[in-house]
Every structure is written in structure tokens, then in C-alpha cells.
């Protein structure tokens, strides 16, 4: 068995975290090699050829809060490809398209009484000021709603959307996981009538590139399409990797891939960690995506409650970054026992052209021009209450690993910056636990 002693500190995993961290650790002057499974990196914010359209497999959108994201956009000089656009938000429920995402448009929406309006948009309000989320990190998301919005302003706003994002899981969440995801959007407006979003010009790729190059210029290396089968520790310190037959010595390793991945990869890890990520539960998604001759909706986000649809909302992409040919997501969130986890592609866009169908009454299947299906088994962990202290910590008991996923994201929403935080949170762990 060959053993290569050339390099000190493994990232596993090349999505935005991943290559945070290595990029952070090479700035310290550190000896890094990246290890991804796939053929590119990015991981769900990567980028593919949609018939012609370079474009990411799974949407991605940038808000005003979004911090981290813009200091590093100003680090690589990158500010001037970052674009905002103002988009609209609508409501198709029961087979009707609302206007929605402003004061107007809820005071406007026939289905709910005076009384549950103001009492929602309250909550909306009062989201936006929050700065400590443990408290409601402790109460479960259900109850807390149908006391701030009545069971029929829960029945009509959120059950819909919970229960096919969530299905059996759809009441183990907590008010925070909530909370701060009304917030991030909320604050992404130029006045409280109008959301504005962003995007980079380029998409994704174009951070991720020069991330690469970077990385690559500072003495960093990339293995794509490439396994790590083992971790490997001796004496409860990390010694090396296994990819293939062959053994890779380092003296850390920072893992970015879902934590499941991590535990079967790790059998080495402490047993009170490996019951932690055990006990995390993750819900997966078969996106659907359409290339359309024209637009569906004016609408950037649609939330779905409608009796005749199985999904919780319809991303129109273009209606945030123009263009002639029209961009639709799809998305089938699903657990990993669920029955359409088996559909073939071709099941998932016969059902999804469906509803394109019946949420624009001109739809022809005519406009389409391309379509896909991209899959990913760990889109969005399951934030029961009192998640804080389910992770387990990002510096493992077993010394020399650091591990996180986008579940430590909690309680914000999974995004590009918040994956370059904990990025950078992971090389800094890294770097004051030399061994």
C-alpha cells in the first residue's frame, strides 16, 4: 500500500464552503489539496450546459443581508458583476394567481380575513428586528405560526408549503428556521412595496472561477472526480485519507460534503458524534428545470397551495436574470422514503409541464425547449426544535478533523454567503489546532 506524505490539510467537498476553506487555509500558507467527487466544482451551486444556456443545476439568488458574500465579491474584485433587480412574488392558490410579497397585495388577497392579514404582516415586521434567534430556535414552527396568524392564516400561507418541502417533517421545525428566512428576504428591498434581489453577471461561475484560480495560484490543488473512501486516524489523530488502494497522509481534514457522507466515511469519529449525525434527518430534491419560448408568470418566486399540485412553489430565474429564452425551476422536495424518489425524469417533467399548464392558461407545450431533471439526495436538513445543539461541533473530538455542512447553516437559509462564512470559520478552527 503506497502512503504519499506530500501534503498536510484535506478539503472534501469543492462546493463554496470547500474552496473557502481552502482558499483561507493557502493564505496562511498552509499545504492544501481539494478532493471532489464530481467533475466540476460548486456542488449545488454549479453550473451546466441547459441546451446551449450555461446555467446553475439548482436555483440561486443574492439578498441585501447577504454580507459575507459581498466582502469577497470586494476581495476579488468582483462588486461590479453583481446585479440587483426588482422582481415580484406571486401566490397561485386554488387555481387562481395572486399578486403577493407587498402590503397591498395581502390586504388585497380575497382568502383571508382583515384581522389575519394585519396579524401577518406584523409577524413579517417584527421578524426583520430580530437578532438572537435562541428563542425561537426552542419552539416548534406549527404551533408558534398558528398563534401569530390563526389556523386559517396557517392553513392558507404555510401548510401547503411545509408539508411538500417537508412531508412527514413538516411540523419537526423550528420558529427560527422560519423566522430568519422572512428576514433575509424581507430586508432585500429598496422600500417596503418593492423586493430587490441579485445575482452575479455570469452566474455562479463567476465566483467560482476565479475561487479556482486563486486556490491554484497559491500553490492550492484540485482533484475532481475524485473518491475519498476512508478517513484514517491513528492514536485519535487524523493521519490520512484513503482514495482507491492507496493512502494520502495529512495532518487535518476539513469536511464539507453532508454529514451522513462524513459518517460513513469516518467510522473512526467518536460515538456521541456519530449518534448526532445520525440524528439528523434531510430532505432531497429532483428539480425540474424548463428552457420556455416565453415567460410563464412576471413572477421571480410563486408559492403554490393548490389542490391539483404536489409542490411548494415555481422559480422563474429570468424573471431576476433576463434573458430571451426563459428559465423555469421546478422543484420536487422530497424525503428518502418517498415513492417518487423511483420517478424517472421523464415522470417528473410530464407531471411539472402539468402545472406550467395550469398556472398559465396560454402555456403551450410548444414553448418548450429544453428541459432537465437535476437531482440532489441532501438539498435541506430538517431543523427540528432546539437544533443548536444537535450539530455536533465543527471541531471534532477526534483531533485534526473539522467538519460542517449546509446544516450549520442554521438558523439562516442555505446560500453562497453563508457557505463562505462557515468556510472561513472552518480554516480558522483549522489553523489555531495545528498539530
Excluded at 31 to 53: C, H, N, Q, Y
Excluded at 291 to 304: D, E, G, I, Y
Excluded at 360 to 378: C, Q, S
Aim: hydrophobic share 40%; charged share 25%.
Amino acid at each position: 500500500m503506497e502512503i504519499n506524505k506530500l501534503n498536510t490539510v484535506a478539503v472534501i467537498g469543492a462546493g463554496p464552503m470547500g474552496l473557502m476553506a481552502a482558499y483561507e487555509l493557502l493564505k496562511q500558507g498552509r499545504k492544501v489539496t481539494l478532493f471532489e467527487l464530481d467533475d466540476r466544482i460548486g456542488g449545488m451551486s454549479a453550473s451546466f450546459d441547459f441546451d446551449g444556456t450555461k446555467i446553475e443545476r439548482f436555483y440561486h439568488f443574492i439578498c441585501k443581508p447577504d454580507q459575507p458574500m459581498f466582502d469577497l465579491l470586494k476581495e476579488f474584485n468582483l462588486s461590479d458583476q453583481l446585479r440587483w433587480r426588482d422582481t415580484k412574488m406571486g401566490f397561485y392558490y386554488q387555481g387562481k394567481l395572486y399578486r403577493w410579497g407587498d402590503p397591498i397585495s395581502l390586504l388585497k388577497f380575497p382568502r383571508l380575513g382583515l384581522i389575519t392579514k394585519l396579524r401577518y404582516g406584523l409577524m413579517a415586521l417584527k421578524l426583520t428586528k430580530v437578532t438572537d434567534w435562541h428563542k425561537l430556535d426552542k419552539i416548534g414552527v406549527t404551533d408558534w405560526l398558528k398563534k401569530h396568524v390563526g389556523e386559517k392564516g396557517y392553513q392558507v400561507l404555510w401548510k401547503s408549503l411545509f408539508y411538500y418541502k417537508f412531508y412527514q417533517y413538516k411540523d419537526d421545525l423550528s420558529a427560527a428556521w422560519l423566522g430568519t428566512r422572512v428576514k433575509r428576504v424581507g430586508l432585500s428591498r429598496r422600500s417596503m412595496f418593492q423586493e430587490t434581489l441579485g445575482y452575479l453577471e455570469g452566474g455562479s461561475d463567476t465566483l467560482l472561477d476565479v475561487m479556482e484560480k486563486k486556490i491554484l495560484e497559491l500553490g492550492g490543488e484540485i482533484k475532481l472526480k475524485t473518491r475519498v473512501t476512508e478517513i484514517i486516524k491513528e492514536n485519535n489523530q487524523i493521519s490520512a485519507v484513503r482514495i482507491d488502494d492507496k493512502l494520502h497522509a495529512f495532518n487535518q481534514v476539513i469536511s464539507t460534503i453532508p454529514l451522513p457522507y462524513l459518517a460513513t466515511m469516518a467510522p473512526c469519529l467518536p460515538n456521541n458524534e456519530m449518534k448526532k449525525i445520525a440524528a439528523v434527518n434531510n430532505v432531497g430534491v429532483a428539480c425540474v428545470l424548463f428552457k420556455l419560448k416565453h415567460s410563464l408568470t412576471k413572477n421571480f418566486w410563486l408559492n403554490v397551495n393548490d389542490d391539483h399540485m404536489e409542490i411548494p412553489g415555481i422559480i422563474e430565474y429570468t424573471n431576476l436574470n433576463p434573458a430571451e429564452e426563459k428559465i423555469i425551476y421546478v422543484p420536487y422536495y422530497l424525503p428518502q422514503d418517498h415513492e417518487k424518489h423511483q420517478w424517472t425524469n421523464e415522470q417528473f417533467i410530464a407531471e411539472a409541464t402539468g402545472y406550467l399548464s395550469r398556472i398559465n392558461k396560454d402555456f403551450d407545450n410548444n414553448w418548450i425547449l429544453a428541459t432537465h431533471v437535476a437531482r440532489y439526495g441532501f438539498a435541506q436538513t430538517v431543523c427540528p426544535p432546539g437544533f443548536y445543539d444537535q450539530l455536533p461541533p465543527m471541531q471534532s473530538q477526534l483531533k485534526g478533523l473539522f467538519m460542517a455542512d449546509t446544516s450549520y447553516c442554521y438558523p439562516e437559509d442555505r446560500s453562497i454567503s453563508e457557505s463562505v462564512r462557515i468556510g472561513k470559520e472552518l480554516a480558522k478552527l483549522a489553523n489555531e489546532n495545528i498539530n
